[in-house]
């Protein structure tokens, strides 16, 4: 089984919390990096191999690198500067040129939205683009045969379905317990990581667009009061909590 | 201009075209309304033709629009496109309805923006003010039509100057179905609407390590008249509730919410920000959620909860 899987790249500038886990300036979006551990696991059951693209740069080569350390066969950096500033269905045409452009697969792997900008659209386009059906939200995923069958989670249901190979599967980030390899797993990878750009993939600048500007990102303020509950023990507290409660109406 | 209203309910139905009357009145669009013939309920259509105050009301017709099926259904709209070029397609924000939206999205060539808190029209520019970072920020897009959208929350109630004319249109379509296959359906006990519209919430994260350490818990909650739900982790990776409050599952509004070890994560924190009052009772002074609360609490949520069971016990026995 031949498996692609999509990963991005994720500013840590907006996840203040991860500094304290990381050296890097980007991390692997966990949506994504779900679906590296779930590809390797079906290669691991089913045989096969899974190649990993990124649409990046240099800078974040680590991101790639960690998809190899959980196990990835190769990395495709897909590297153009013009690929900073466009929108998703451009996104979505690089990716097909990509996949193009590569040996056919059986299953093509994105997670289902980046913890960023929170579109959640790029593997659906894809999908329709290289006109291929495509299983969303998906929870649990495995082979049977010539297809794939999965698990796919709505608002209130869980809804299992199928799809003959070739087909993508958009996971959702519970697939997987979260794994993130150490630095030092990640700086060590020695596995092959190619390096494309748009002229390689027969692609021109003005066939990409920017419809969707990104103009400003601003933090959520919220006037919230921040007023620390201080106790001798802990019945004094139950009262403290239950008055608290029970003011507001 | 042509707005069209697209929802696989009529709730969110009506409350997109209450949206669309609102963008109309600034842009002077039209409003238009798709129906799916056999998705639809024929008594769903005729209330949705009487009341709605739509340009035009349109019904597609095939017989392969039965069921839910994501591929008819833009197949479908696409038709409809060819004859009216629509400038804004405008969705409900259910996962199926997304998922539709991003399909006619690349089917079209028309891009979407999902999810959104604002739509604004600025010197002839459209700015969108969207969730971003798991939701404690905000990111502010420029963009232009055609464009499809969805509202994160749509308005309830807004009176209209225009009373629209409702004209009726049924077109046959031709469509083709998705080939996925759905093999099993398996209904959840998720308490969407009951947390929405709950007034005292009780969350609960990995902090609480047995679930029957949530016997107490649902006590509490049964005392205090609350709902109690939980954390993404939870739900998915436990199993201990089959619905989880947060920015991917229900978004919550009410008087108090009460965090029991909540760590607080963006994307759980994104979902209580509408809370009036937050409470986070937690034992790690450096959770993110202390950032949002309004009151907070440094403890052992497992020396805390007893006591609050006895101190409610007693409360009711006097009462």
Same mark, same amino acid.
């Given at each position: 089984m031949r498996i692609a899987v999509f990963v991005k790249p994720?500013?840590?500038?907006?996840?203040?919390?991860?500094?304290?886990?990381?050296?890097f300036?980007f991390f692997m979006n966990d949506p994504d990096r779900g679906a590296v551990i779930e590809a390797v696991k079906l290669v691991k059951n089913y045989g096969g191999e899974v190649n990993v693209f990124m649409i990046g740069?240099?800078?974040q080569l680590n991101v790639l690198k960690e998809a190899l350390a959980l196990g990835a066969n190769s990395g495709i950096l897909i590297?153009?500067?013009?690929?900073?500033?466009?929108?998703?269905?451009?996104?979505?045409?690089?990716i097909?040129?990509a996949i193009?452009k590569s040996k056919p697969y059986d299953v093509i792997i994105f997670g289902?939205?980046? @913890? *960023?900008?929170?579109?959640?659209?790029?593997g659906?386009?894809?999908?329709?683009?290289? !006109?291929?059906?495509?299983?969303?939200?998906?929870?649990?995923i495995?082979n049977?045969?010539?297809?794939?069958?999965?698990?796919?989670?709505?608002?209130?249901?869980?809804?299992?379905?199928?799809?003959?190979?070739?087909?993508v599967a958009i996971v959702?980030?519970?697939l997987n317990p979260e794994y993130i390899p150490k630095t030092?797993e990640i700086e060590s990878v020695n596995k092959p990581i190619l390096k494309w750009?748009?002229?390689?993939?027969?692609?021109?600048?003005?066939?990409?667009?920017?419809?969707?500007?990104?103009?400003?990102?601003?933090?959520?303020?919220?006037?919230?009061?921040?007023? &620390?509950?201080?106790?001798?023990?802990?019945?004094?507290?139950?009262?403290?909590? @239950?008055?608290?409660?029970?003011?507001? %109406? | 201009?042509? @707005?069209?209203?697209?929802?696989?309910?009529?709730?969110?139905?009506? %409350?997109?075209?209450?949206?669309?009357?609102?963008?109309?009145?600034?842009?002077?669009?039209?409003?238009?309304?798709?129906? &799916?013939?056999?998705?639809?309920?024929?008594?769903?259509?005729?209330?949705?033709?009487?009341?709605?105050?739509?340009?035009? =009301?349109?019904?597609?017709?095939?017989?392969?629009?039965?069921?839910?099926?994501?591929?008819?259904?833009?197949?479908?709209?696409?038709?409809?496109?060819?004859?009216?070029?629509?400038?804004?397609?405008?969705?409900?924000?259910?996962?199926?309805?997304?998922?539709?939206?991003?399909?006619?999205?690349? %089917?079209?060539?028309?891009?979407?923006?999902? *999810?959104?808190?604002?739509?604004?029209?600025?010197? !002839? %520019?459209?700015?969108?003010?969207?969730?971003?970072?798991?939701?404690?920020?905000?990111?502010?897009?420029?963009?232009?039509?055609?464009?499809?959208?969805?509202?994160?929350?749509?308005?309830?109630?807004?009176?209209?100057?225009?009373?629209?004319?409702?004209?009726?249109?049924?077109?046959?379509?031709?469509?083709?179905?998705?080939?996925?296959?759905?093999?099993?359906?398996?209904?959840?006990?998720?308490? =969407?609407?009951?947390?929405?519209?709950?007034?005292? @919430?009780?969350?609960?994260?990995?902090?609480?390590?047995?679930?029957?350490?949530?016997?107490?818990?649902?006590?509490?909650?049964?005392?205090?008249?609350?709902?109690?739900?939980?954390?993404?982790?939870?739900?998915?990776?436990?199993?201990?509730?089959?619905?989880?409050? !947060?920015?991917?599952?229900?978004?919550?509004?009410?008087?108090?919410?009460?965090?029991?070890?909540?760590?607080?994560?963006?994307?759980?924190?994104?979902?209580?920000?509408?809370?009036?009052?937050?409470?986070?009772?937690?034992?790690?002074?450096?959770?993110?959620?202390?950032?949002?609360?309004?009151? =907070?609490?440094?403890?052992?949520?497992?020396? =805390?909860?007893?006591?609050?069971?006895?101190?409610?016990?007693?409360?009711?026995?006097?009462?």
């Amino acid at each position: 089984m031949r498996i692609a899987v999509f990963v991005k790249p994720i500013s840590i500038n907006y996840f203040e919390k991860r500094k304290k886990y990381t050296k890097f300036e980007f991390f692997m979006n966990d949506p994504d990096r779900g679906a590296v551990i779930e590809a390797v696991k079906l290669v691991k059951n089913y045989g096969g191999e899974v190649n990993v693209f990124m649409i990046g740069n240099e800078a974040q080569l680590n991101v790639l690198k960690e998809a190899l350390a959980l196990g990835a066969n190769s990395g495709i950096l897909i590297s153009d500067p013009i690929i900073e500033n466009i929108d998703t269905l451009s996104k979505a045409k690089i990716i097909v040129a990509a996949i193009k452009k590569s040996k056919p697969y059986d299953v093509i792997i994105f997670g289902d939205t980046s @913890i *960023d900008t929170m579109h959640g659209q790029l593997g659906i386009i894809v999908a329709d683009k290289l !006109g291929l059906p495509h299983i969303s939200n998906v929870v649990r995923i495995w082979n049977e045969d010539s297809k794939i069958v999965c698990e796919k989670r709505t608002e209130d249901k869980i809804i299992t379905c199928e799809a003959r190979m070739p087909m993508v599967a958009i996971v959702t980030v519970d697939l997987n317990p979260e794994y993130i390899p150490k630095t030092e797993e990640i700086e060590s990878v020695n596995k092959p990581i190619l390096k494309w750009d748009l002229k390689y993939l027969g692609l021109k600048p003005e066939e990409l667009t920017n419809k969707i500007k990104l103009r400003n990102i601003e933090r959520i303020v919220q006037n919230r009061e921040r007023k &620390f509950i201080y106790f001798n023990d802990y019945e004094e507290l139950s009262e403290k909590i @239950i008055n608290i409660i029970n003011q507001q %109406k | 201009m042509i @707005i069209t209203c697209i929802a696989d309910n009529i709730e969110d139905l009506n %409350k997109l075209v209450i949206q669309s009357n609102k963008i109309a009145e600034i842009t002077n669009a039209e409003i238009h309304v798709i129906l &799916f013939k056999y998705y639809f309920k024929e008594a769903e259509i005729e209330r949705i033709k009487n009341e709605i105050n739509a340009n035009k =009301i349109i019904l597609l017709n095939n017989i392969l629009l039965m069921k839910y099926d994501y591929e008819a259904f833009a197949n479908a709209i696409i038709e409809y496109y060819k004859k009216y070029k629509s400038d804004i397609f405008l969705f409900n924000n259910s996962i199926a309805s997304k998922e539709l939206a991003t399909i006619l999205s690349s %089917k079209i060539n028309v891009p979407a923006l999902l *999810d959104i808190k604002e739509l604004n029209f600025i010197e !002839g %520019k459209i700015i969108v003010k969207k969730e971003f970072a798991g939701g404690v920020y905000y990111a502010e897009y420029e963009t232009s039509l055609p464009l499809i959208l969805s509202f994160l929350e749509l308005e309830e109630t807004y009176n209209s100057k225009i009373n629209r004319s409702k004209q009726f249109e049924e077109m046959l379509v031709n469509t083709n179905v998705s080939r996925v296959i759905i093999r099993h359906v398996k209904k959840l006990n998720a308490r =969407i609407k009951e947390l929405r519209n709950a007034k005292r @919430i009780i969350c609960v994260d990995e902090a609480i390590r047995e679930k029957t350490d949530l016997k107490d818990l649902f006590e509490i909650a049964n005392y205090l008249g609350a709902e109690i739900s939980c954390s993404r982790f939870l739900s998915t990776r436990r199993k201990w509730f089959d619905e989880w409050i !947060g920015i991917s599952g229900v978004r919550v509004k009410p008087d108090i919410y009460i965090g029991m070890g909540i760590s607080g994560e963006p994307f759980h924190v994104a979902g209580i920000l509408n809370s009036k009052k937050i409470l986070a009772i937690t034992t790690d002074p450096e959770s993110e959620i202390i950032e949002f609360a309004d009151y =907070i609490v440094i403890c052992d949520i497992y020396k =805390i909860i007893p006591k609050l069971v006895k101190r409610l016990r007693k409360s009711i026995r006097y009462a």
